[in-house]
């Protein structure tokens, strides 16, 4: 008896990757992954919108050179549309060296600026 390839169509678990062909009724989609048990099997993750450093630097850099008078975090945060809710203070020490950011407290506000007072 000769042998011959059969193609099947199956599931494959977004999770934890598990491939499997489907009982009885193929039509009906399966609830949830054989191995994992995961209810979300075909379903990508989502991607956390980490941001590096260098497209947040460029994201502070212009939004400043936009606004000469400075703006405060929330401020740049929408115009910038960054994700982060608070500057993280090692980024902002090397911006302060990089690119000259300054961070002045006006009226009880700080403000943060780039270049030439």
């Known amino acids: 008896m000769p042998r011959v390839p059969i193609t099947v169509m199956g599931y494959r678990c977004f999770r934890c990757e598990h491939e499997w062909i489907p009982r009885g009724d193929s039509e009906q989609e399966p609830k949830v992954c054989p191995k994992c048990k995961s209810p979300y099997w075909d379903k990508e993750r989502k991607q956390s919108p980490a941001t590096s450093y260098e ?9 400043l050179k936009d606004a000469p008078t400075g703006l405060t975090w929330t401020q740049i945060r ?3 549309r960054l994700p982060q ?3 993280n ?4 020490r090397l ?3 990089q690119i000259g950011l300054r961070r002045e407290r006006e009226h009880g506000v700080i403000m943060w600026k780039v270049g030439d007072r």
């Open 55 to 63: 497209q947040f630097k460029m994201a502070i850099e212009k939004a």
């Open 78 to 80: 929408t115009v910038a």
């Open 85 to 87: 809710k608070l500057p």
């Open 89 to 92: 203070n090692g980024w902002v």
């Open 95 to 97: 911006l302060e060296s």
